[in-house]
Protein backbone atom coordinates (compact mmCIF):
# COMPACT_ATOMS: atom_id res chain seq x y z
CA UNK A 1 0.00 0.00 0.00
CA UNK A 2 1.21 2.97 -0.95
CA UNK A 3 0.31 6.42 1.93
CA UNK A 4 -0.93 9.19 0.69
CA UNK A 5 -1.53 12.45 3.29
CA UNK A 6 -4.87 14.73 2.40
CA UNK A 7 -4.94 18.25 4.59
CA UNK A 8 -8.14 19.62 3.91
CA UNK A 9 -7.63 22.43 5.26
CA UNK A 10 -10.64 25.83 5.55
CA UNK A 11 -13.40 27.08 3.79
CA UNK A 12 -14.24 25.06 0.70
CA UNK A 13 -11.45 23.03 1.04
CA UNK A 14 -13.28 19.62 2.89
CA UNK A 15 -15.73 19.97 0.43
CA UNK A 16 -13.82 19.84 -2.27
CA UNK A 17 -11.20 17.63 -1.27
CA UNK A 18 -13.60 14.87 -0.44
CA UNK A 19 -14.50 14.95 -3.85
CA UNK A 20 -11.01 14.22 -4.58
CA UNK A 21 -10.47 11.41 -2.33
CA UNK A 22 -13.93 9.79 -2.89
CA UNK A 23 -12.79 10.28 -6.61
CA UNK A 24 -9.10 8.37 -5.97
CA UNK A 25 -11.79 5.32 -3.65
CA UNK A 26 -13.66 4.87 -6.59
CA UNK A 27 -10.89 3.74 -9.16
CA UNK A 28 -9.06 0.75 -6.26
CA UNK A 29 -5.84 1.92 -6.41
CA UNK A 30 -4.04 0.47 -3.76
CA UNK A 31 -3.89 4.00 -2.02
CA UNK A 32 -3.80 3.91 2.18
CA UNK A 33 -5.50 7.59 2.69
CA UNK A 34 -4.14 9.27 5.60
CA UNK A 35 -6.05 12.64 6.83
CA UNK A 36 -5.06 15.25 8.64
CA UNK A 37 -8.20 17.22 8.76
CA UNK A 38 -6.98 18.99 12.13
CA UNK A 39 -4.54 20.45 10.09
CA UNK A 40 -7.04 24.31 10.14
CA UNK A 41 -7.50 27.49 11.04
CA UNK A 42 -9.09 26.36 14.05
CA UNK A 43 -6.73 24.47 15.45
CA UNK A 44 -3.98 27.73 14.88
CA UNK A 45 -6.44 29.83 16.32
CA UNK A 46 -6.41 27.57 19.76
CA UNK A 47 -2.86 26.63 19.60
CA UNK A 48 -0.87 28.93 17.00
CA UNK A 49 0.53 25.70 15.53
CA UNK A 50 -1.71 24.99 12.33
CA UNK A 51 0.83 22.13 11.39
CA UNK A 52 2.82 20.31 14.06
CA UNK A 53 6.35 18.24 13.69
CA UNK A 54 4.45 14.94 13.82
CA UNK A 55 2.31 16.36 11.01
CA UNK A 56 4.88 17.29 9.30
CA UNK A 57 6.68 13.82 9.61
CA UNK A 58 3.04 12.14 8.89
CA UNK A 59 3.59 14.14 5.05
CA UNK A 60 6.87 13.99 4.79
CA UNK A 61 6.41 9.75 4.78
CA UNK A 62 3.54 9.76 2.86
CA UNK A 63 4.20 9.53 -1.07
CA UNK A 64 2.10 12.45 -1.84
CA UNK A 65 -0.14 15.17 -0.52
CA UNK A 66 -3.41 16.46 -1.57
CA UNK A 67 -4.42 19.58 -0.32
CA UNK A 68 -7.75 21.47 -0.32
CA UNK A 69 -7.12 25.73 0.67
CA UNK A 70 -5.84 26.90 3.88
CA UNK A 71 -6.53 30.45 4.87
CA UNK A 72 -9.17 32.33 7.33
CA UNK A 73 -10.09 35.66 7.91
CA UNK A 74 -9.56 35.37 11.53
CA UNK A 75 -6.14 34.50 11.42
CA UNK A 76 -2.82 36.13 10.32
CA UNK A 77 -0.27 35.47 7.56
CA UNK A 78 1.47 33.36 9.79
CA UNK A 79 -0.95 30.30 9.13
CA UNK A 80 -0.45 29.80 5.98
CA UNK A 81 3.28 30.44 5.80
CA UNK A 82 2.98 27.78 8.58
CA UNK A 83 1.37 25.37 6.15
CA UNK A 84 1.48 25.94 2.64
CA UNK A 85 4.57 27.78 2.52
CA UNK A 86 6.50 25.75 4.96
CA UNK A 87 5.80 23.08 2.94
CA UNK A 88 6.51 24.02 -0.40
CA UNK A 89 10.12 25.44 1.10
CA UNK A 90 10.95 22.52 3.82
CA UNK A 91 10.35 19.83 1.49
CA UNK A 92 11.90 21.74 -1.51
CA UNK A 93 8.79 21.63 -3.79
CA UNK A 94 10.89 23.85 -6.39
CA UNK A 95 8.13 23.07 -9.40
CA UNK A 96 4.81 24.66 -9.36
CA UNK A 97 3.35 23.04 -12.18
CA UNK A 98 -0.26 24.68 -13.21
CA UNK A 99 -1.36 23.47 -16.64
CA UNK A 100 -4.58 25.75 -18.25
CA UNK A 101 -6.05 23.83 -20.90
CA UNK A 102 -9.95 24.96 -22.00
CA UNK A 103 -12.08 21.92 -21.09
CA UNK A 104 -15.01 23.56 -23.65
CA UNK A 105 -15.69 26.72 -26.07
CA UNK A 106 -18.75 27.68 -23.97
CA UNK A 107 -16.34 28.36 -21.03
CA UNK A 108 -14.20 30.63 -22.23
CA UNK A 109 -14.07 34.42 -21.21
CA UNK A 110 -12.77 35.61 -24.70
CA UNK A 111 -14.86 36.60 -27.54
CA UNK A 112 -12.85 35.44 -30.36
CA UNK A 113 -13.59 31.90 -30.83
CA UNK A 114 -10.43 31.01 -32.38
CA UNK A 115 -8.27 32.68 -29.61
CA UNK A 116 -9.79 30.51 -27.17
CA UNK A 117 -8.39 26.89 -26.68
CA UNK A 118 -5.57 27.64 -24.32
CA UNK A 119 -3.59 24.80 -23.64
CA UNK A 120 -0.54 25.44 -21.64
CA UNK A 121 1.11 25.26 -18.12
CA UNK A 122 2.52 27.57 -15.88
CA UNK A 123 5.70 26.53 -14.70
CA UNK A 124 6.29 28.68 -11.61
CA UNK A 125 9.73 28.65 -9.18
CA UNK A 126 8.50 27.82 -6.24
CA UNK A 127 10.62 28.22 -3.05
CA UNK A 128 12.40 31.33 -3.73
CA UNK A 129 11.53 35.09 -4.61
CA UNK A 130 9.69 36.86 -2.44
CA UNK A 131 8.35 34.01 -0.50
CA UNK A 132 11.57 32.52 0.50
CA UNK A 133 11.09 34.93 3.89
CA UNK A 134 14.14 36.67 3.96
CA UNK A 135 13.22 40.50 5.13
CA UNK A 136 12.15 41.89 8.44
CA UNK A 137 10.87 45.12 9.82
CA UNK A 138 13.34 48.05 11.02
CA UNK A 139 11.98 51.19 13.45
CA UNK A 140 8.62 49.38 13.93
CA UNK A 141 5.71 51.56 14.93
CA UNK A 142 7.39 54.73 14.06
CA UNK A 143 6.30 57.23 11.24
CA UNK A 144 9.84 55.67 9.54
CA UNK A 145 8.53 52.25 9.52
CA UNK A 146 10.31 50.31 6.56
CA UNK A 147 9.17 46.71 5.77
CA UNK A 148 11.64 44.45 3.53
CA UNK A 149 10.76 41.11 1.82
CA UNK A 150 13.84 40.24 -0.18
CA UNK A 151 13.30 39.06 -3.48
CA UNK A 152 15.87 35.86 -3.78
CA UNK A 153 17.16 34.88 -6.80
CA UNK A 154 19.46 31.64 -6.94
CA UNK A 155 21.29 30.41 -9.69
CA UNK A 156 20.80 27.05 -8.61
CA UNK A 157 17.09 28.03 -7.94
CA UNK A 158 16.97 29.75 -11.43
CA UNK A 159 18.38 26.93 -13.04
CA UNK A 160 16.79 24.21 -11.87
CA UNK A 161 13.07 25.57 -12.32
CA UNK A 162 14.29 26.51 -16.51
CA UNK A 163 15.47 23.16 -16.82
CA UNK A 164 12.29 21.45 -15.81
CA UNK A 165 10.33 24.62 -17.95
CA UNK A 166 12.09 22.88 -20.81
CA UNK A 167 12.11 19.11 -20.53
CA UNK A 168 8.70 19.32 -20.59
CA UNK A 169 8.25 22.05 -23.44
CA UNK A 170 7.14 20.30 -27.04
CA UNK A 171 6.24 23.27 -28.38
CA UNK A 172 7.89 26.59 -27.05
CA UNK A 173 8.92 27.98 -23.45
CA UNK A 174 9.01 31.63 -23.04
CA UNK A 175 9.99 33.24 -20.02
CA UNK A 176 8.13 35.73 -17.86
CA UNK A 177 10.31 38.43 -15.92
CA UNK A 178 10.35 42.24 -15.55
CA UNK A 179 13.96 42.49 -16.27
CA UNK A 180 13.23 45.35 -17.39
CA UNK A 181 13.00 47.15 -14.25
CA UNK A 182 14.63 44.83 -11.50
CA UNK A 183 18.20 44.50 -12.23
CA UNK A 184 20.19 41.88 -10.73
CA UNK A 185 17.24 39.22 -10.36
CA UNK A 186 16.35 40.10 -13.85
CA UNK A 187 19.35 39.82 -15.28
CA UNK A 188 20.29 36.12 -13.76
CA UNK A 189 16.98 35.05 -14.88
CA UNK A 190 18.16 36.11 -18.53
CA UNK A 191 21.62 34.80 -18.17
CA UNK A 192 20.48 31.25 -17.60
CA UNK A 193 17.56 31.64 -19.51
CA UNK A 194 19.88 32.28 -22.92
CA UNK A 195 22.31 29.38 -21.73
CA UNK A 196 19.58 26.69 -21.56
CA UNK A 197 17.79 28.11 -24.69
CA UNK A 198 20.73 27.37 -26.48
CA UNK A 199 20.68 23.32 -25.56
CA UNK A 200 17.31 23.51 -27.30
CA UNK A 201 17.37 24.50 -31.04
CA UNK A 202 13.90 22.49 -31.18
CA UNK A 203 11.85 24.41 -29.19
CA UNK A 204 10.47 28.44 -29.75
CA UNK A 205 11.70 30.49 -27.45
CA UNK A 206 10.38 33.68 -26.66
CA UNK A 207 10.58 36.02 -23.38
CA UNK A 208 7.91 38.46 -22.38
CA UNK A 209 7.90 40.94 -19.50
CA UNK A 210 5.31 40.16 -16.64
CA UNK A 211 2.76 43.33 -17.97
CA UNK A 212 2.72 42.05 -21.46
CA UNK A 213 3.01 38.41 -20.86
CA UNK A 214 -0.63 39.45 -19.29
CA UNK A 215 -1.81 41.41 -22.10
CA UNK A 216 -0.36 38.81 -24.77
CA UNK A 217 -2.35 35.73 -22.21
CA UNK A 218 -6.01 37.55 -22.39
CA UNK A 219 -5.08 38.52 -26.12
CA UNK A 220 -4.61 35.09 -27.46
CA UNK A 221 -3.65 32.36 -25.27
CA UNK A 222 -3.09 30.07 -27.90
CA UNK A 223 0.21 31.25 -28.37
CA UNK A 224 1.45 29.92 -25.73
CA UNK A 225 2.87 26.23 -24.46
CA UNK A 226 5.48 26.61 -21.14
CA UNK A 227 5.83 30.23 -19.60
CA UNK A 228 8.19 30.08 -16.51
CA UNK A 229 8.11 32.45 -14.13
CA UNK A 230 9.25 33.41 -10.26
CA UNK A 231 7.16 32.63 -7.71
CA UNK A 232 4.87 36.04 -7.80
CA UNK A 233 4.69 36.08 -11.57
CA UNK A 234 3.65 32.71 -12.13
CA UNK A 235 0.93 33.03 -9.23
CA UNK A 236 -0.35 35.57 -10.80
CA UNK A 237 -0.33 34.41 -14.10
CA UNK A 238 -1.54 31.04 -13.25
CA UNK A 239 -5.35 32.86 -11.88
CA UNK A 240 -4.94 34.60 -15.03
CA UNK A 241 -4.62 31.28 -17.27
CA UNK A 242 -7.09 29.16 -14.90
CA UNK A 243 -9.75 31.36 -15.43
CA UNK A 244 -8.90 31.64 -19.29
CA UNK A 245 -9.55 28.11 -19.40
CA UNK A 246 -12.67 27.35 -17.71
CA UNK A 247 -12.55 29.08 -13.98
CA UNK A 248 -10.38 29.40 -11.16
CA UNK A 249 -12.80 26.19 -10.44
CA UNK A 250 -11.28 24.13 -12.36
CA UNK A 251 -7.70 24.33 -11.91
CA UNK A 252 -5.56 21.58 -10.92
CA UNK A 253 -1.67 22.43 -9.38
CA UNK A 254 1.32 20.00 -8.41
CA UNK A 255 3.82 21.07 -6.21
CA UNK A 256 7.15 18.74 -7.17
CA UNK A 257 10.36 17.98 -5.77
CA UNK A 258 12.23 16.84 -9.10
CA UNK A 259 14.86 15.27 -6.84
CA UNK A 260 12.73 13.18 -4.20
CA UNK A 261 9.50 12.78 -6.36
CA UNK A 262 7.22 13.76 -3.56
CA UNK A 263 4.71 15.80 -4.51
CA UNK A 264 1.52 18.04 -2.85
CA UNK A 265 -1.33 18.98 -5.19
CA UNK A 266 -4.05 21.71 -4.95
CA UNK A 267 -6.27 23.23 -6.22
CA UNK A 268 -5.37 26.84 -7.61
CA UNK A 269 -8.63 28.45 -6.40
CA UNK A 270 -8.51 28.88 -1.99
CA UNK A 271 -10.61 28.60 0.44
CA UNK A 272 -13.57 30.94 -1.65
CA UNK A 273 -15.22 32.11 2.16
CA UNK A 274 -18.23 33.40 0.11
CA UNK A 275 -19.00 30.12 -0.51
CA UNK A 276 -18.22 27.93 1.80
CA UNK A 277 -20.22 25.63 3.62
CA UNK A 278 -22.71 25.98 0.76
CA UNK A 279 -22.03 22.48 -1.13
CA UNK A 280 -21.32 24.50 -4.14
CA UNK A 281 -18.40 24.54 -4.84
CA UNK A 282 -16.59 23.34 -7.76
CA UNK A 283 -15.05 19.97 -6.92
CA UNK A 284 -12.96 19.76 -10.41
CA UNK A 285 -9.83 21.57 -9.21
CA UNK A 286 -9.79 19.01 -6.48
CA UNK A 287 -10.58 15.60 -8.84
CA UNK A 288 -8.14 16.64 -11.22
CA UNK A 289 -5.26 17.77 -8.70
CA UNK A 290 -5.94 13.78 -7.20
CA UNK A 291 -5.57 12.84 -11.07
CA UNK A 292 -2.42 15.23 -11.37
CA UNK A 293 -1.15 13.15 -8.10
CA UNK A 294 -1.94 9.49 -9.28
CA UNK A 295 -0.62 10.27 -12.35
CA UNK A 296 3.06 10.81 -10.78
CA UNK A 297 2.57 7.94 -8.61
CA UNK A 298 2.67 5.86 -11.87
CA UNK A 299 -1.20 5.49 -12.96
CA UNK A 300 -1.18 6.89 -16.35
CA UNK A 301 -4.12 5.57 -17.51
CA UNK A 302 -6.47 6.21 -14.23
CA UNK A 303 -5.28 9.74 -14.41
CA UNK A 304 -6.53 10.34 -18.02
CA UNK A 305 -9.24 8.03 -17.16
CA UNK A 306 -10.57 11.18 -14.47
CA UNK A 307 -9.73 13.42 -17.00
CA UNK A 308 -11.93 12.20 -19.80
CA UNK A 309 -14.42 11.99 -17.15
CA UNK A 310 -14.25 15.79 -16.23
CA UNK A 311 -14.75 16.78 -19.94
CA UNK A 312 -18.15 14.20 -20.20
CA UNK A 313 -19.28 15.72 -17.03
CA UNK A 314 -18.43 19.10 -18.20
CA UNK A 315 -19.94 18.35 -21.92
CA UNK A 316 -23.01 17.02 -20.30
CA UNK A 317 -23.43 20.16 -18.33
CA UNK A 318 -23.41 18.19 -14.96
CA UNK A 319 -21.23 20.98 -13.06
CA UNK A 320 -21.74 23.33 -10.30
CA UNK A 321 -23.30 26.74 -10.42
CA UNK A 322 -19.75 28.91 -11.39
CA UNK A 323 -19.94 26.49 -14.54
CA UNK A 324 -23.09 27.57 -15.16
CA UNK A 325 -24.65 24.07 -14.22
CA UNK A 326 -27.07 23.59 -11.26
CA UNK A 327 -25.48 20.41 -9.31
CA UNK A 328 -24.20 21.11 -5.72
CA UNK A 329 -20.37 20.15 -5.21
CA UNK A 330 -21.38 16.07 -3.97
CA UNK A 331 -23.52 15.67 -7.67
CA UNK A 332 -21.01 17.31 -9.47
CA UNK A 333 -18.70 14.74 -8.11
CA UNK A 334 -20.59 11.92 -8.28
CA UNK A 335 -21.48 12.75 -11.69
CA UNK A 336 -17.86 12.69 -12.61
CA UNK A 337 -17.28 9.23 -10.90
CA UNK A 338 -20.02 7.92 -12.69
CA UNK A 339 -18.35 8.80 -16.44
CA UNK A 340 -15.26 6.43 -14.80
C1 LIG B 1 -1.41 29.80 -4.52
C2 LIG B 1 -1.92 30.69 -3.40
C3 LIG B 1 -0.83 30.82 -2.34
C4 LIG B 1 0.39 31.42 -3.01
C5 LIG B 1 -1.25 31.63 -1.09
C6 LIG B 1 -2.44 31.01 -0.39
C7 LIG B 1 -0.12 31.82 -0.10
O1 LIG B 1 -2.30 31.92 -3.92
O2 LIG B 1 -1.12 28.63 -4.26
O3 LIG B 1 -1.31 30.27 -5.65
O4 LIG B 1 0.49 32.64 -3.16
O5 LIG B 1 1.25 30.66 -3.40
MG1 LIG C 1 -2.26 32.01 -6.07
Redesign the pocket.
Known sequence: MTTITVIPGDGIGPEVTHQGTETLEALGLALDIDVLDHVNAETYLQTRTALSDDDFARVRASASTLLGA??DARVDSDY?RQV??RLRIELDLFVNYRPARLFHDRLSPLRQPEHRPIDCVIVRENTEGLYSQAGGVLRSGTEHETALDVDINTFHGVSRILDFAFSIATRSVCMVDKSNAVRHGGQLWQRCFQEISSRHPELEITHEYVDAAAMKLVADPTRFDVIVANNSYG?IL?DLAAELAGGLGTSASANINGATGFGLF?P?H?TAPDIAGQGIANPIGSILSAALLIERLGYTAEAQAVRNAVNVAIEAGQVTPDLGGQLSTKDAGAAIRAHL
Open positions: VGALLDSEVG
